[in-house]
């Protein structure tokens, strides 16, 4: 079945360093990508998605592409501040429209001063 | 973005008891509504997918007898979990999405059965 896998928490890094979330699927069709973000306290955002391969997702200064021939979506971004510190999910969908969405496990970030 | 509330936010019951979750769109219909169930560490589960004034679509192992859903009005959906017991606890969150839309979540429902 579909399923996402991601990179293993929690991570922890210094403000202003550069961040990697790896994030692989698996899928029958020809699935949505989405990172979502989840502050203490709230409930689940989404940061960014991207519906095609090669699509590059961004907002916020964090970036993903879309890559089918890895089967990837990472999230990166190039410098990290402490209000960046939530927990994140990669997720995916295949199903066009009502978003039945299929999650990673999350992966709890950490940014210290 | 649009805003979803569930409610409680958390809720300690004793086993055997029944507990309700509310998740409410506050300022836009929701047609379609899904709920999830995360337990410690791992990933968000799909358990069942509603549309107002129908029944609830549950997955594959969900029990629909002990989860019961119902999705009312386009604004509020419910999940019971009935006779619960220590086994059920865990986080539970709601989604809500108007059409094609994007669909936006709750805060989530942390339910621990004593």
Partial sequence: GDSVTQMEGPVTLSEEAFLTINCTYT???????FWYVQ?????????????????????????????????????????VQVSDSAVYFCALSIVQGAQKLVFGQGTRLTINP | GAVVS??????????????????????FQATTMF????????????????????????????EKDKFLINHASLTLSTLTVT????????FYI??????????FFGQ???LTVV
């Fill in chain 1, 27 to 33: 899928a029958t069709g020809y699935p949505s990508l």
């Fill in chain 2, 35 to 62: 709920w999830y169930r995360q337990f410690p560490k791992q990933s968000l589960m799909l358990m069942a997918t509603s549309n107002e004034g129908s029944k609830a679509t549950y997955e594959q192992g969900v």
């Fill in chain 2, 83 to 90: 006779s619960a017991h220590p086994e059920d606890s865990s």
């Fill in chain 2, 6 to 27: 569930q409610h409680p936010s958390w809720v300690i019951c004793k086993s055997g008891t029944s507990v309700k979750i509310e998740c409410r769109s506050l300022d």
């Fill in chain 2, 108 to 110: 989530g429902t942390r």
């Fill in chain 1, 39 to 79: 502050y203490p306290g709230e409930g689940l955002q989404l940061l960014l998605k991207a519906t095609k391969a090669d699509d590059k997702g961004s907002n916020k200064g964090f970036e993903a592409t879309y890559r089918k021939e890895t089967t990837s979506f990472h999230l990166e971004k190039g410098s």
């Fill in chain 2, 94 to 103: 709601c989604s809500a999405q108007f059409g094609v839309t994007e669909a």
